[in-house]
């Protein structure tokens, strides 16, 4: 099946190495201080050993932001763990002027050693407020998991002033082009449009209890990376490219100080064949009983889809897509409750109009227009007379934030989560 040809993600025309911008100022080289922890680097095994979370920090004790970037979260995707080995063994090795400090995290340990997506409960969907309140002793390994990676996440960003850029490097059963997946945030945005991939956005709405969708919700910088396919031949270097990357755009390194950015920038182009365009979540297949459910085979990331085209089939019944579009992460493992997710294109215009848009905070003037009404009592809730507000309405609304959008007595309900659109 062939790719789409997406477009130019919005970022993606004057980038390469201009990677130094959102960068504040020349930090100079301060005393040497090796990587903690990345003596530790282990040899390639398919399965990482580890006995703790911290897989190692970088800090020359110069001012900057704090980066905190996770492998590991599945536990069937070891790649992220080699790849952030291997930046705190190169960074310990250039002693790259970094500044703020950058902490590296595994996710599921157990989970890691025994090469098995998780044990009792995906771990990257167990960090919503209702599965948070429930605490570790309900017996759920990831429940308990979730509380030691979680208190020291806090101990790290405990009194930190500006947000703390969040990476989460996973990887996909399918195969096909590395991509982002980002709640559409403007800070988001900046980070994941510096990486020439695709870049998803609308996780927030179709995913509940991922880790960046907690981290996003509290006003930090959040950007998953997808790197490829599990254990794929370039998936840990596409992972370390973006870590590199990220570096630099999030404002630790000045790219003139790291040849890895440009050779990372055209690592990630090469892997991403290219393709480079804004991509937006519009449909989740939940998958209630693994066994029951099995993907037609052949698809990889951004294949496009028809209306009416068979995708899987569960329980003995065909399952069909409702929709053109373009198919992400279809199910090809063992484990797992997402079947495949569809997507959109979303055109540069709209990008832009709706930067735009939030810039102007027009999401809070928006009841002022003819047609748009504020639903009483719930200030992320908009009913809009697509009688009056005809034109675009879906488009804008999406992209202020207002991704939920439902039929109630002939008018268009949009909502969206508290507080995300104006960031
Ligand atoms: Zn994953």
């Known amino acids: 099946m062939k790719h789409s ?16 911008a959102g960068v504040a100022g020349n930090c100079a080289p301060a005393g040497s201080v090796p990587a903690q922890g990345a ?5 390639r095994a398919s399965r990482p050993d580890l006995q703790e979370h911290l897989l190692g920090t970088y ?12 492998g590991g979260m599945h536990g069937n995707e070891p790649d992220g763990i080699w790849a952030l080995q291997d930046l705190l063994a190169d960074l310990a090795r250039s002693q790259a002027p ?20 998780y044990i009792d409960r995906d771990f990257n969907r167990v960090w919503s407020e209702a599965d948070l309140a429930r605490g570790a002793e309900s017996g759920i390994h990831e429940f308990e998991v979730r509380a030691g990676l979680l208190a020291q996440i806090e101990s790290e960003i405990r009194g930190v002033k500006q947000p703390v850029v969040f990476l989460d490097l996973h990887s996909t059963s399918a195969g096909g082009s590395p991509f982002s997946i980002i709640g559409d945030t403007r800070q988001n945005r900046r980070i994941a449009f510096a990486l020439p991939v695709p870049v998803i956005l609308g996780l ?62 055209d690592q990630l182009r090469k892997a991403g064949h290219g393709l480079a365009g804004v991509v937006e979540m519009r449909y989740r297949h ?53 079947g495949y997710f569809l997507g959109r294109e979303v055109r540069r215009f709209w990008l832009r109009i709706s930067t735009g848009l939030r810039v102007l905070q027009v999401g809070k003037l928006a009841p002022l227009l003819p047609g748009i009404q504020r639903v009483q009592g719930e200030d992320d809730t908009l009913d809009v007379n697509p009688k009056i507000a005809r034109w675009w309405v879906v488009e804008i609304f999406h992209l202020l934030g207002y991704r939920k959008h439902e039929p109630v007595e002939g008018r268009l309900r949009f909502s969206r989560r508290k507080s995300w659109a104006s960031r």
Not at 39 to 43: E, H, M, N
Not at 59 to 70: A, K, T, Y
Not at 98 to 117: I, M, P, Q, S, T
């Open 204 to 265: 927030e709405e179709n995913v509940d209890g991922a880790l960046l969708g907690y981290f996003g919700e509290r006003g930090h910088i959040a950007v998953g990376f997808e790197g490829g396919q599990h254990q794929g031949a370039d998936t840990r270097d596409n992972h370390l490219a973006a870590a590199w990357v990220t570096l630099v755009t999030g404002g630790g390194l000045v790219g003139k100080h790291t040849p890895q950015g440009k050779v990372s920038f």
């Open 59 to 70: 800090d020359r004790g110069q001012p900057g932001p704090l980066f905190i970037f996770v």
């Open 98 to 117: 970094l500044c703020g400090r950058l902490v590296c995290f595994a996710g599921n340990l157990e989970a890691l050693r025994r090469g098995d997506r």
């Open 286 to 338: 939940h998958v209630h009983v693994r066994e029951e459910f099995e993907m037609v085979q052949g698809f990889t990331n951004f294949d496009p889809v028809h209306a009416g085209q068979l995708l899987a089939h569960e329980s003995g019944q065909e399952i069909r897509s409702d929709q053109d579009g373009l198919i992400l992460l279809p199910l090809y493992q063992g484990q797992g409750q997402d």
């Open 39 to 43: 003596a530790g680097t282990q040899t």
């Open 5 to 20: 040809s997406l477009p130019p993600n919005p970022a993606s025309n004057a980038r390469g190495p201009a990677l130094a």
